[in-house]
């Protein structure tokens, strides 16, 4: 009882002591286990892999660098950036009406279903539903028969017979790599962007209709500045989440790689580690100038 007397007392007129035994633990974690990990990556790609040995020489250079810069790899990182800010642009435009209808407009019990409709999804398996979509798209799926049926099989194999986006079928093309995207991270994007329509003062608007505003420019003018840190907010999320899979490009999609997928070829049947670990910078280097512009937008105060 006294010692716990003597901690009480101590901790009250040292505060920081508090301060530190708080924050302590998942510092030393924060900095042990992730910017340790980072550090490491860091480090891994200025070695290279000895084409004659197949061993690591771990010795400072840039030649994994040279091998990074090459065509088919530079391909590899603009495919997963595009594909990335197709899916945070298409996330966006689904995602603002529903969360407008949510923030504005629903109510009591249908708010609380439309929410669960957004959170549900997030409640079953990643790979169920990633699976899922490999059945809907597929030659003999949902997708297909609904176009058998609407009599509209030439729109569908003309659509499959574009460049680059087509394929043989829906679940082996980039439309339904993106398809799935779209949808495993839509959630992401709907919540933020509810969250900062929530915290528009209807009186901004009542104000804005008062001076003469109609809703159209009032959307435009004060409804849409107000919501976009929630935008950006949420694209931080889908973009990154988008730059960093592999699983879903994997399932579906065709023998074309990702960032994600090259990293784990190279780490894993290649054993060629420092190019793994020099792959893994594209993307972290893309987020940080990404979260940096996010943090001038206001994006973190809508998280």
Not at 144 to 153: C, G, I, Y
Not at 176 to 191: C, H, K
Not at 232 to 259: E, K, M, Q, R
């Amino acid at each position: 009882m006294k010692g716990t007397r003597a901690w009480s007392r101590a901790l009250f007129l040292h505060p920081r002591i508090g301060l530190v035994l708080l924050l302590g633990p998942p510092l030393l974690w924060l900095g042990v286990v992730y910017l340790g990990s980072l550090l490491a990556l860091v480090v891994q790609s200025f070695f290279h892999l000895d084409g004659f040995t197949g061993q690591v020489v771990r010795r400072v250079s840039f030649d994994t660098y040279r091998e990074l810069l090459t065509a088919s790899n530079m391909d590899i990182a603009l495919r997963t950036g595009g594909m990335a800010a197709a899916v945070t642009l298409a996330a966006a435009v689904v995602a603002f009406p529903l969360a407008y209808y949510m923030a504005r407009y629903a109510r009591g019990a249908e708010k609380a279903l439309l929410t669960l409709a957004v959170l549900m999804p997030l409640w079953s398996s990643y790979l169920v539903r990633v699976y899922s979509w490999k059945l809907i798209l597929a030659k003999e799926g949902v997708v297909s028969w609904v176009f058998e049926r609407l009599h509209a099989t030439a729109i569908l194999e003309g659509i499959l017979a574009l460049p680059v986006v087509g394929g043989p079928s829906l679940s082996v093309s980039a439309i339904g790599t993106f398809l799935a995207f779209l949808y495993v991270w839509l959630p992401y994007m709907i919540l933020p962007i509810q969250a900062a329509l929530e915290r528009v003062p209807p009186s901004l608007l009542e104000a804005s209709g008062d001076l003469g505003a109609r809703p159209a420019t009032t959307f435009r003018r004060v409804t849409l500045p107000l919501a976009f840190p929630g935008i950006v907010a949420g694209s931080i999320f889908t973009f990154s989440l988008t730059l960093g899979d592999f699983i879903i490009p994997g399932i579906l999609g065709n023998s074309s790689l990702f960032i994600g997928q090259a990293v784990l070829a190279h780490q894993g049947t290649a054993g060629n580690i420092p190019l793994a670990a020099a792959f893994t910078l594209i993307p972290m280097t893309i987020m940080a100038a990404y979260l940096g512009v996010a943090r001038r937008l206001g994006a973190f105060d809508a998280l």
